[in-house]
């Protein structure tokens, strides 16, 4: 079992910049981790996955070319830099890690999730 607690959540004015942190209770390197979010009244929505060596990465349609996700495989840590931000982006952001390599956008891909971050972006 592994647990994930996510943090760096908070209020940003639009166009400003948050780091968001995945942290695994234990070492999960040879494992799929993505990013989700779920704004109110709205389905979740895959926003980044990375695979488990970093080689792969797929980002979600609206967060193409603002968002970075990374992993320090010794930290057991997973990053979503959120850059030029914009009130859409506001969500709660779920990070999720799968039992194999799986990084890509389905949720039915990943077993573990973290219980979220809120991230507020006012215009």
């Known amino acids: 079992h592994v647990q994930l607690t996510e943090s760096g959540g908070g209020l940003v004015q639009a166009g400003g910049s948050l780091r968001l942190s995945c942290a695994a209770s234990r070492t999960f390197s040879n494992n799929g981790i993505g990013w989700f979010r779920q704004a109110p009244g709205k389905e979740r929505e895959f926003v980044a996955g990375?695979?488990?060596?970093?080689?792969?990465?797929t980002y979600g349609d609206s967060v193409k070319g603002r968002f970075t996700i990374s992993r320090d495989r010794v930290q057991n840590t997973v990053y979503l830099r959120m850059n030029s931000t914009q009130p859409e982006d506001t969500a709660v952001y779920y990070c999720?890690?799968?039992?194999?390599?799986?990084?890509?956008?389905?949720?039915?891909?990943?077993?573990?999730w973290g219980q979220g971050t809120q991230v507020t972006v006012s215009s």
């Open positions: 990375i695979s488990w060596n970093g080689g792969s990465i």
């Open positions: 999720a890690a799968s039992r194999t390599s799986f990084s890509g956008p389905s949720q039915s891909g990943y077993t573990y």
